[in-house]
């Protein structure tokens, strides 16, 4: 079993490292660990708090983890984000293992093998096993879980022991993590109290006090990282399941678990789970309370494949039952010789398509590969200020993948029209509307492709890509998603939306005594101008060469109204003897 495990974990490490970026539903965690292990001065979601509060315990188990590693490793910061999801991925596997002991106590050792071979040849779990999904970061906790159930199943002597540690496991999962796993706990313990296993006053006693363990937990940690009182996991099920208002993120039809998300997740497992299930008691058995979790499930409009994340292992062990009894019967029958060599077909044909799936799925990820490659373009520029929009921040643009300590990286959302990002002080924008700007200001220097769609190829086309050793049967089509635009002109730029924006704009030195003179007369005729103090900002010296090339003028200061300039102090004190600097805050039209 170790070495299928191995297998596992270094497929899951090695699409990590090919497929580095997360997207907004991994976004949570990913940048609480990093505001943690950083010790950020403002955390992440204080500006961007999401729909519902998110627990900060699982983030705050993996920096745990990972900050040792880091220190001592130097790692950079995009292998900072793959670290955390190995270690993510780690914890997954090893649970994993000890889910497989589960099953091997009731069913032997080759169907707890051929179990972990059967997720090998899955997608979806292999794939977000080391992504930092809420329910991901549940996921091992249930693998423990169920692993002491599958031991009571197949026990009587301990099986009192395995109960209460499956109540506790999957209640601290429930409470804190996803309360989904909670839902799983109370119809598992329904299917013992139908089949005599356990006793009401047991299970109360175990729930009551481990709730009562995982809120002094989870309370106390997250009320202080959101600076307000709140139990998260209960927040998000009132929000879910009382409220109903994950179906504005879409509905799907009751049968949609069964009929479209069980076969994309477990593939060839799926038919050989449900063959198993009506011809092995043990299956039913160790089925029945997963098939009445989805069904349970499939009551809310809104359906997501990672709500039943944890009953995957358990249908594949089902299948692997299925192959197991079949092996066995092989020597002796031909018909189950054929049936075999139809399911290990059907297994590779799985594993080729889960590879398949992969490379679709690992160009869905433009927003990180955006701000990576600004980083290679522009690794020569002592400043950079990035905006990035929703779509970027969404596909990938992580705190992990703001790795010059010397840019500056926005997410604002308000931003509507292009002189508000003049305004901020952007030189480069990562958006996905490049529309909104005009070329004549800033340049396109770099697309980053993203997926469009899958094709079969044709024979021809299939025929030709086998000559160049691509086995794979479809094509993917991507298209440009983001654009990366910069700044043409900077300092130019900023100076002439500062003089359009306001009528009267003084450009000054701190330190400069004539500037301060200029100040004290200007006042007596306006009471509040627009003064930018250059010394102070960080491109002081373009700004000055970009008001040479504008005026003319080398000196400070200089005083532009209704975006022309009036020179510098001698010739605003000449203008003040003439009398011509009044009405010098007057409107334009006027």
Known sequence: MRLVLCCLFALIVAEAYFAPFTKVEESFNLQATHDIIHQADQFDHVLFPGVVPRTFVGASLLSLFAWPLIQIAQLSSIDQQVLIRVILSAFVVLTLGKFASGVKSLFGPTVANVTIMLVICQFHLVFWSSRTLPNTLALPWVHLGLSHWLYSLSQSSGRTYHLKWMIRLLTFAGVVLRFEVGILLVILLACEYIHGTIAI?????????????SLLITIPLDSYLWNTWLWPE???????????????????????????????????????????????????????????????????????????????????????????????????????????????????TSFAISIAMFQVSRLNYPGGEALLVLHQIEKNKPYVYVHMDAETAMTGASLYGQSNPNWSYSKNETHMSQDDYLAAHYTHIITAHPEKFDTALFETIYETHGLDKVQLKTLKEYYKSIQKYDISPIKLQTSPKLYTLRLINPQKTWIQFMLRKYPVVLYSKSYCPYCMAAKQLVSKYCEHIEVIEVDRQRDGNEIQDALIELTGQRTFPNLFKHGKSLGGFDRLSALDREGKLTGLCDPLNQ
């Open 201 to 213: 006053s047991a299970v109360l006693k175990q729930m009551s006090v481990t709730c009562i363990v």
């Open 234 to 348: 209960g927040m998000v099920f009132y929000f879910n399941a009382i409220l109903n208002k994950s179906s504005e993120w879409g509905t799907l039809p009751f049968y949609a678990y069964f009929a479209l998300f069980l076969p994309r997740l477990l593939l060839i497992s799926y038919p050989l789970a449900w063959f198993s299930f009506a011809t092995d008691r043990r299956v039913r058995r160790m089925l029945m309370p997963m098939i009445v979790y989805i069904a349970l499930f499939s009551c809310l409009p809104h359906k997501e494949w990672r709500f039943i994340i944890y009953t995957i292992p358990v249908f594949t062990a089902a299948a692997a039952a299925c192959i197991a009894k079949v092996a066995h019967a092989a020597p002796r029958s031909w018909s189950h010789r054929i049936a075999l060599l139809a399911m290990l077909a059907g297994a590779v």
